[in-house]
C-alpha cells in the first residue's frame, strides 16, 4: 500500500516563503504522477501543481511563476516551493500520487493527510 505524508505547512506573513514536502512510501516514486492540491472551505479541490509523465510540470494561474514543484527521487520525495505568499493561497494542501492503467483497469489515487498552510499578516 502508498503512503504519503505531508509536511511543512504552517502559518506565515504574506510576501514570505514555504516549503512542503510529501514523502511517498512503497514503489518507488518515478512510477507515480505527483502531485499538489489544496481545499478551502466552500470550495472543491484543485490542482496546484503537477507532474506528469517525463517531468512535464503543470500550474494553477493562481500560483503560476510563485510556485516551483520538484522531486527528489532517491528520498522518494515530492516538494512545493512557495513563494510571495499571499491571503488566498491559505488552504489544506494535499499531496496527490496518481496512476493509471490505460487499456488494463481504472486508475489508482493515493492522498495524504493534508497540511495547513495559513497566509496571514
Known amino acids: 500500500q502508498v503512503q504519503l505524508v505531508e509536511s511543512g505547512g504552517g502559518l506565515v506573513q504574506p510576501g514570505g516563503s514555504l516549503t512542503l514536502s510529501c514523502e511517498l512510501s512503497?514503489?518507488?516514486?518515478?512510477?507515480?504522477?505527483m502531485g499538489w492540491y489544496r481545499q478551502v472551505s466552500g470550495k472543491g479541490r484543485e490542482l496546484v501543481a503537477g507532474f506528469g509523465r517525463g517531468a512535464t510540470t503543470t500550474y494553477a494561474e493562481s500560483v503560476k511563476d510563485r510556485f516551483t514543484i520538484s522531486r527528489d527521487t532517491a528520498k522518494s520525495t515530492v516538494y512545493l516551493q512557495m513563494t510571495n505568499l499571499k491571503p488566498e493561497d491559505t488552504a489544506v494542501y494535499y499531496c496527490n500520487a496518481h496512476k493509471s492503467f490505460p487499456g488494463t483497469g481504472t486508475p489508482l489515487d493515493y492522498w495524504g493527510q493534508g497540511t495547513q498552510v495559513t497566509v496571514s499578516s
Open positions: 512503497g514503489p518507488t516514486l518515478i512510477f507515480y504522477d
